[in-house]
């Protein structure tokens, strides 16, 4: 049960996003968002003094989250004239979506008080036309599913992410895309992931671009081994990266890869795994999944976890039943039945797709009743200047 967009998405929920479009933005949205019933602010510290490349990093991910079938409408605020990061330009871009949007400039409107007033007021009449909207029913491939994991240990990749792989093979099934993150989690498992490509472009694609993000890397100075596994994981259990690569890769199930897409790329329409080219760090990673659609994700945590992108719904599952105890404020689905013999993965598989048909049907995952919204970071490609 979804909202269906003018340019026929679905959303699994009906947002009013408050946008900032550059740091300097960021109180007014904040008071805004607070003063609007259904408001999401969206804050960040970017938006000038950036490397084009990097520029252009950051009004792609920014657009692209108003452009998330979960968002209906969006109030956009810069507070002068920065290059790509201007209200001008970023209405352009999303208009294209058929949303509402409108738009504040706190210069022109005579400073942050004014800004306030005008981005509530019309933010207050974006919520009018949104509230009489209703939810229709859609076919489950009209919606993409998000993987993700963190703070993993040795349960991961024995129990809760290969149950998560079940999931996405069964929406893969029934005509659905999945996007698989985090590549510097993925090295040592390329053979695998290689022999599940479509053909070999694909495959070889796979290899160059893990190996491109190690190169990333190195070229710093830094060897990635010196931080991943990180130290949740390492007292999890994971003693080396293609462990935990290994484990971390069996959230893409068993359905074929179809193709590598690049950080908040949206993915073709052919059914199966999407791999994105994103960092290993949660929030970044899981906004490159909500820039590309995705409108709900679900992020496997050995160790427990808090994380929740804030607009689109992050149900959180673990195979720890201690992880789960100390943790079960913020995670939604106590899977350690898996490792005790009472439940297979299969039934496991399908108590989270149940899981995720309810939550894009309206129900709400722990962390959203608690506001937490740890999720939203933009990859960086390039310095500060």
């Known amino acids: 049960m979804g909202f269906v967009r003018p340019d026929g998405s679905v959303g699994a929920r009906n947002y009013l996003l408050i946008l900032s479009a550059t740091i300097y933005a960021n109180s007014v949205v904040e008071r805004t968002a607070n003063s609007l019933y259904g408001a999401i602010p969206l804050t960040h510290h970017l938006g000038r003094c950036q ?48 949303k509402l949007i409108e738009t504040v400039n706190i210069r022109n409107v005579g400073g942050a008080i004014n800004a306030v007033a005008d981005a509530t007021r019309k933010g207050m009449y974006i919520l009018r036309k949104l509230s009489p909207m209703t939810r229709e029913k859609v076919d489950i491939s009209k919606f993409l599913f998000g993987l993700n994991c963190g703070t993993s240990d040795t349960t991961s990749g024995l129990s809760s992410n290969v149950a998560l792989g079940y999931c996405s093979d069964r929406i893969i099934r029934e005509g659905g895309r999945s996007i698989l993150a985090e590549f510097p989690e993925l090295m040592g498992a390329e053979p695998w992931l290689a022999s599940k490509a479509v053909n070999q472009e694909v495959a070889q694609k796979i290899w160059d671009q893990i190996k491109g993000y190690e190169d990333r890397i190195l070229a710093t100075g830094e060897d990635i081994r ?53 960092p290993g760090h949660g929030s970044e990673s899981i906004t490159g999944i909500a820039a590309a659609g995705a409108q709900v994700l679900v992020f496997s945590t050995g160790g427990g976890h808090t994380i929740s992108h804030p607009i689109m719904p992050t149900i959180k599952i673990s195979g720890n039943a201690t992880s789960y105890e100390l943790m079960q404020d913020t995670v939604d689905l106590d899977l350690s039945d898996i490792l005790r013999g009472k439940i297979s993965v ?35 490609v390039g310095l500060s200047i």
């Open 226 to 278: 010196g931080s991943q596994p990180t130290g949740d994981n390492i007292a999890g259990g994971i003693s080396t990266i293609e462990e935990k690569s290994l484990g971390g890769a069996k959230k893409s199930g068993t359905a074929p890869i179809q193709d590598v897409i690049y950080y908040g790329e949206k993915p073709g329409p052919v059914p199966g795994v999407y791999m994105m080219y994103t």
């Open 51 to 98: 490397t084009k490349s990097d520029l252009k990093m950051t009004f792609d991910i920014l657009c692209r989250m108003a452009e998330n079938p979960n968002v209906g409408g969006v109030v956009i605020v810069d507070h002068f004239r920065e290059e790509l990061c201007n209200v001008d330009e970023m209405a352009h871009e999303i208009s294209k979506t058929g």
């Open 346 to 380: 299969e039934q496991a598989g399908d108590m989270i797709y149940r899981e995720v048909v309810e939550v894009l049907s309206g129900k709400l995952t722990k962390t959203e009743i608690l506001k937490e919204t740890t999720g939203f970071a933009i990859h960086r």
